[in-house]
């Protein structure tokens, strides 16, 4: 059973930062691509950053030089780093996971709960 626990969500003022983590258990970590995703209220959900099982990356234009995707497999944990954030960027943040890198396709077989970031002007 492959479990992804998200973190590090929060309030913060525009120009922020914050740094996401999300904790994986039950499967071979480092085998697998992984991704960060966000979906606003009345929204789909938007991939962010995608990191495959090598650790290239790939990154949404509106993110792109503010956000920082990577993993540590020796704590089979996921990172986003945040910057400059933006009212804009605010959202549920969810990690994802599969053995096949989607990309910023949201085709992810297992997806954590959320975590909430909110960015005030």
């Known amino acids: 059973q492959v479990q992804l626990v998200e973190s590090g969500g929060g309030s913060v003022q525009s120009g922020g930062s914050l740094r996401l983590s999300c904790a994986a258990s039950?499967?071979?970590?480092?085998?697998?691509?992984l991704a960060w995703f966000r979906q606003a209220p009345g929204q789909e959900r938007e991939g962010v950053a995608a990191i495959d099982f090598i650790g290239r990356t790939t990154y949404a234009d509106s993110v792109k030089g503010r956000f920082t995707i990577s993993r540590d497999n020796a704590k089979n944990t996921l990172y986003l780093q945040m910057n400059s954030l933006k009212p804009e960027d605010t959202a549920r943040y969810f990690c994802a996971a599969d053995r096949i890198s989607y990309l910023l396709l949201p085709r992810y077989n297992y997806w954590g709960q959320g975590t909430q970031v909110t960015v005030s002007s």
């Open positions: 039950g499967y071979a970590y480092s085998a697998y691509s």
